[in-house]
């Protein structure tokens, strides 16, 4: 849809009334974000130039999360490639104590859902890059082969990293299972959980969106909220309260997991995070 004035009034029909008050919106990794309203309704529209599925994928995400899970998610009015519509949810990405609290209460609950398998039914992205689910049954294969393996490979198939921070990369791959042990149980796992991607107001989560599904381990989740702090202390203590976390996760397997999202940043933006990847490695020897 390269015309404005095509997806408008796509969007338009399918809402059943003409758009009013279309803004820009910041925000999103693939394509155009906008807030508008029809018939009196709040609108987010995500529109994509190029047309590729990103769009469809993730509206079908969003659809998993508003109606198989225990998190506030947009359920969108429309999805196709290139065009995503759904409801604006209230709030901002500020999180009081309270909010916390119920952030906690929420990733308690999905991650006490059992799901069949690792992986999912299908391939979902993260940060706009493909992100494949093939099925595995053990926890750590999975997250060496389709998580660290695949971005890395992606990585480096742009350009990012160089062959012997991969050949690193593949030597702790071989090794995941002395690290990584098994869950009670694969979760549906949010992916792409930090302040961005997280709605609050009133003390209250009112919405996750631009999510990375898949089922994994909750340890993970939690680890790449870490990364850019998204929540204090009382988040944890809270989650804690609920589901006991290992005291090896803080300074073991905390890091190591949070080499997926440092592989994704490598692959999209380069840079300092390439130095990260190897100093975490060498930290535990690789």
Not at 125 to 134: R, T, W
């Amino acid at each position: 849809m390269p015309r404005p004035e095509a997806w408008r009034q796509r969007a338009g029909e399918l809402l059943g009334a003409p758009l009013e008050g279309v803004a820009p919106l910041s925000g999103g990794c693939v394509g155009e974000v906008y807030g508008a309203t029809a018939a009196g309704e709040a609108v987010v529209i995500k529109v994509d130039p190029g047309g590729t599925e990103l769009l469809a994928t993730e509206g079908r995400m969003l659809r998993h999360l508003a109606q198989q899970s225990p998190l506030p998610a947009p359920d969108p009015v429309h999805f196709e490639p290139g065009l995503l519509i759904m409801p604006r949810l209230p709030g901002d990405h500020r999180f009081g104590p309270e909010a916390e609290d119920h952030a906690a209460d929420l990733f308690a609950a999905l991650h006490g859902q059992p799901a069949p398998h690792f992986g999912f039914p299908y391939d979902t992205v993260i940060g706009g890059l493909p992100q494949p689910n093939p099925r595995f049954e053990r926890w750590a294969e999975f997250f060496a082969r389709a998580r660290l393996l695949e971005m890395a490979g992606q990585a480096r198939a742009a350009g990012r990293l160089d062959d012997p921070l991969y050949d690193r990369i593949a030597r702790f791959a071989d090794d995941a299972a002395e690290w990584f042990p098994e869950p009670d149980h694969p979760a549906l796992l949010h992916g792409d959980a930090w302040d961005n991607n997280l709605l609050a107001d009133g003390g209250r989560i009112t919405g996750f969106i631009d999510p990375a599904l898949y089922w994994g381990h909750p340890e993970v989740e939690l680890a790449f909220t870490t990364m850019f702090r998204t929540f204090s202390d009382r988040f944890y203590r809270r989650y804690h309260e609920q589901r006991p976390l290992d005291p090896d996760f803080w300074e073991t397997r905390r890091p190591l997991y949070n080499l997926y999202p440092l592989l994704v940043h490598v692959r999209l933006f380069g840079g300092g995070y390439v130095s990260s990847v190897a100093n975490t490695l060498g930290r535990f020897g690789y």
